[in-house]
């Protein structure tokens, strides 16, 4: 979808597909005040709710319900705003939204696409690019930590972050563009200005912005974690013990799970994508290669690999021959499962042998060692159990942040150079501030911003 440069006004239903208490038809445009008080028959107060009933252009009632009417600017697309709020069954909004139309063709009232409203708050300086899409990451809060994130972004706080690390580069901008206008002075710039130490003080705050944006993506997008292993180490019994349910089928014969079993749970609010996979081995059974195949690839896409063995027997030949394929810079847990089989003394010399105390043991039947491996995975994800939320972020923040740190890192190695080259320093510090603008949308092509939206649901 490319982002609209159309000013018709636009109209949706804006609750959630299906029957409902109530229903929402929304419209939104310039200057809709006189139409919409000729619609409801009255006069509207702004912000005002209006008890009416919903009458057709042949005067028979259709529904009834409030009318709001929210005068822009100061509303929440930034236009006049017309909300319809009756009874939610999809007939009934179905014929208020088709009258609304036909009485709005000489206005040019058209359906809207999908984020369009949030798109004209975006383009009214409603909202910013970022706070635009925290609006749909409200709305698909898996969790309740994911919930208050997005609200945090849409209240502004990832913004103001990123508004306080590009003031900061501005004003270093300003700085060096002066000093270029002045060559005679380019030799004490670093110096007189302490160039070199506000550049690193940048670095460290958006090092500090780039710690968050990275955890509040996995709050977002969640870990793709898979378990791996050799058959029967009880990788079923395993995911059926961290989902709480049983979702995957556990038998004692080897080679039960022939394809891949993906349960989503949370972990102090933090969502994981757990893949129960067919067990590594040689096998001549058609069905059960094709399955080891699936699990190959599942490995080569994940987040983290739960390597689980059996404590009765680790380090044999075949993990060892698991570990070599596994893929390099993918973290891996090695984790010993079956604890609850050994006795004591054991169990101690399984502990000794593995590694000591960071050896993860576990018991997927007694629950033994689960709360330690929960911990685990969340440290890979780098949440921090308990503390603050922080607000939420997508990839493209991510990388934007990563651009923006590998320009202003290119500027401290031209700083550090004998023979300092301003132009080059001031160019590095361009391309960071526009890579931060690409966040808040100060610096966004259409495309980006079409791609964004066509994301929304319709009628938001």
Not at 94 to 121: F, M
Not at 258 to 277: F, K, N, S, W, Y
Request: overall charge negative.
């Amino acid at each position: 979808m490319a982002i609209s440069s159309s000013l018709d006004p636009i109209i949706a239903i804006a609750t959630a597909p299906g029957r409902g208490g109530i229903g929402i038809v929304r419209i939104s445009g310039t200057g809709l005040r006189p139409w919409a008080e000729a619609l409801c028959g009255q006069a509207l107060t702004d912000r005002h709710a209006h008890f009416l009933r919903f009458v057709d252009v042949q005067g028979e009632v259709m529904d009834e319900g409030l009318a709001l009417f929210f005068p822009g600017p100061h509303s929440y697309t930034g236009e006049d705003v017309l909300e319809l709020q009756g009874h939610g069954g999809p007939a009934v909004l179905q014929r208020v939204l088709q009258d609304c139309l036909a009485r709005g063709q000489a206005l040019g009232l058209r359906l809207a696409q999908p984020g369009e409203y949030t798109q004209r708050a975006f383009l009214n300086d409603r909202l910013d690019l970022a706070q635009a899409e925290a609006v749909a990451d409200l709305i698909e809060a898996s969790s309740l930590a994911a919930a208050r994130s997005a609200m945090a972004s849409l209240s502004g706080a990832f913004s103001a972050e990123i508004q306080a690390l590009s003031a900061r580069i501005v004003e270093l901008r300003t700085l060096v563009e002066a000093t270029l206008d002045f060559p005679e002075e380019e030799i004490d710039f670093l110096e007189k200005y302490q160039a070199a130490e506000r550049l690193q003080g940048v670095l460290d705050h958006l090092q500090q912005v780039l710690r968050t944006a990275r955890s509040g993506l996995v709050l977002r997008e969640g870990l793709h974690v898979v378990l791996a292993g050799q058959p029967n180490v009880g990788k079923s019994s395993l995911l059926n013990a961290l989902a709480g349910d049983e979702v995957a089928i556990v038998t004692p014969i080897a080679g039960t799970t022939r394809d891949r079993v993906v349960q989503a749970i949370h972990i102090e609010g933090v969502p994981l994508h757990v893949v129960d996979t067919a067990g590594l081995r040689d096998t001549d059974d058609p069905v059960e290669r094709l399955g080891i195949a699936r699990t190959w690839a599942e490995i080569a896409r994940a987040q983290v690999i739960v390597h689980l063995q059996d404590a009765r027997q680790p380090g044999d030949a075949l993990d060892a021959a698991i570990v070599a394929r596994l893929p390099a810079g993918t973290p891996v847990l090695d984790v010993f499962n079956k604890v609850d089989l050994l006795d004591e003394a054991a169990r101690e010399a399984a502990t000794q042998r593995l590694g000591g105390a960071d050896v993860l043991m576990v018991s997927a039947r007694s629950g033994e060692g689960l709360d330690a491996l929960r911990r685990r995975l969340l440290q890979i994800a780098g949440w921090t159990p308990g503390s603050e939320s922080p607000w939420l972020a997508r990839a493209r923040h991510v990388r934007a942040l990563e651009m923006a740190q590998g320009h202003l890192v290119q500027a401290a190695g031209h700083a550090a150079q004998s023979d300092q080259v301003l132009d080059l320093f001031a160019e590095e510090l361009r391309l960071a501030h526009e890579a931060l603008g690409e966040i808040t949308g100060e610096f966004s092509s259409d495309d980006l911003l079409g791609r964004i939206f066509s994301s929304f649901c319709i009628g938001k």
